[in-house]
T-cell receptor
Framework: KNQVEQSPQSLIILEGKNCTLQCNYTVSPFSNLRWYKQDTGRGPVSLTIMTFSENTKSNGRYTATLDADTKQSSLHITASQLSDSASYICVVRQWHDMRFGAGTRLTVKP | GAVVSQHPSRVICKSGTSVKIECRSLDFQATTMFWYRQFPKQSLMLMATSNEGSKATYEQGVEKDKFLINHASLTLSTLTVTSAHPEDSSFYIC?????????????FGPGTRLLVL
């Protein structure tokens, strides 16, 4: 079983709408959690990084939350744009290992 | 800043041949580079970690004699897929950690699509 589970697996929304992606993890001990955006056929690009003591962090229209007690994180995208169509990957660091989620495939339609 | 390039972006080869993929950090020096493989609709899977001037560390299940990694300089790492087979067809992505920075700060390359016929 993957130590980093993301949901939903895929999501389709209309341009301008908001959406929230989920990441649940069982990785322990926990060092930090990152959200990456990966466009099709491209390498991932970091959006946010959150440590144990941080509850929320924003990067433009992207806002990540972290609940280290329940081991859950979310990525909220506001006022979606067509260019937001991509896979969003949650990565949890454990000591010197990084555990990758399978990603959520987001499609924004006009 | 912090740009990582990969070459080629896509390659098609015949079964049994070898393919070399280059990963370059363009504007920074990278003491550590990582190689990942990603199958369709799946997450990135770490194959190996390479440190400049030393042998690469391979993840469990990755054949070091099949996936040869050379990290000869602080800006270049190469992955050679030897005697490629159709099951090696995948998306190969490298990442690089800037020298002097935390290893977990990784800048990813754009990936190389390998198709073995």
């Amino acid at each position: 079983k993957n130590q980093v589970e993301q949901s939903p697996q895929s999501l389709i929304i209309l341009e301008g709408k908001n959406c929230t992606l989920q990441c649940n993890y069982t990785v322990s001990p926990f060092s930090n959690l990152r959200w990456y955006k990966q466009d099709t056929g491209r390498g991932p690009v970091s959006l946010t990084i959150m440590t144990f003591s941080e509850n929320t962090k924003s990067n433009g229209r992207y806002t990540a939350t972290l609940d280290a007690d329940t081991k859950q994180s979310s990525l909220h995208i506001t006022a979606s744009q067509l260019s937001d169509s991509a896979s969003y990957i949650c990565v949890v660091r454990q000591w010197h290992d990084m555990r990758f989620g399978a990603g959520t495939r987001l499609t924004v339609k006009p | 800043g912090a740009v990582v390039s990969q070459h080629p972006s896509r390659v098609i080869c015949k079964s049994g041949t070898s393919v070399k993929i280059e990963c370059r950090s363009l504007d920074f020096q990278a003491t550590t580079m990582f190689w990942y493989r990603q199958f369709p609709k799946q997450s990135l899977m770490l194959m190996a970690t390479s440190n400049e001037g030393s042998k690469a560390t391979y993840e469990q299940g990755v054949e070091k004699d099949k996936f040869l990694i050379n990290h000869a300089s602080l800006t270049l790492s190469t992955l050679t897929v030897t005697s490629a087979h159709p099951e090696d067809s995948s998306f190969y992505i490298c990442s690089a950690s800037p020298a002097g920075g935390p290893w977990e700060t990784q800048y990813f390359g754009p990936g190389t699509r390998l198709l073995v016929l």
